[in-house]
C-alpha cells in the first residue's frame, strides 16, 4: 500500500517576491507618516529671561539674550491673566524698537510675593511667539 502526501505549498520565488512587496509597502507607509508630520512641526527657539521682585514689589524682567536673540521683536509679560502695558521692544516704542540683551523692564502694578504667576512671552520678527519664561514669584 502507498501513502501519497499532498505538498502543495508557494514556491521559493513566489515566496521571495512577496516578501519583498510587503517590505516596500511598509517602507512608504513609514516614510509617508514620517515625512507628513515634519511639516507641522516648529522649531523652539532660545532665548532666556529672568524674571524677580523688586524692593518695590514690582515684578523686574531682564532679557538675557540666548541663541534667537537678534530674532526677537518684543517681550510680554502677564501677571495672573493680566497682562502687563510695560513690555521690553514694544511696537511702536520708538525708543525701544529691539530688545536690548541686560534691557529689563517693571510690572505696571505692585505684586504680592507668593501670589504671583508670571508668564514672559517672547514676539519673533517672523510673527511667532513663544514663551520663554513662567514661574511663581
Excluded: W
Amino acid at each position: 500500500m502507498m501513502n501519497f502526501k499532498n505538498e502543495e505549498a508557494v514556491s521559493p520565488v513566489i515566496g521571495v517576491i512577496l516578501m519583498v512587496a510587503i517590505t516596500v509597502i511598509l517602507a512608504a507607509v513609514i516614510a509617508a507618516f514620517v515625512f507628513g508630520m515634519t511639516g507641522s512641526v516648529e522649531t523652539t527657539k532660545t532665548v532666556a529671561v529672568t524674571a524677580s521682585v523688586n524692593n518695590s514689589k514690582f515684578v523686574v524682567v531682564t532679557f538675557q539674550g540666548g541663541a534667537d536673540a537678534n530674532s526677537v521683536d518684543y517681550l510680554n509679560l502677564t501677571i495672573n491673566g493680566e497682562s502687563q502695558t510695560n513690555s521690553l521692544g514694544a511696537p511702536g516704542d520708538a525708543a525701544q524698537d529691539i530688545p536690548k540683551i541686560g534691557g529689563s523692564f517693571t510690572s505696571d502694578d505692585e505684586i504680592v510675593p507668593g501670589n504671583c504667576h508670571a508668564v514672559v512671552v517672547a514676539h519673533f520678527k517672523d510673527g511667532s511667539s513663544q514663551v520663554v519664561l513662567e514661574r511663581q514669584l
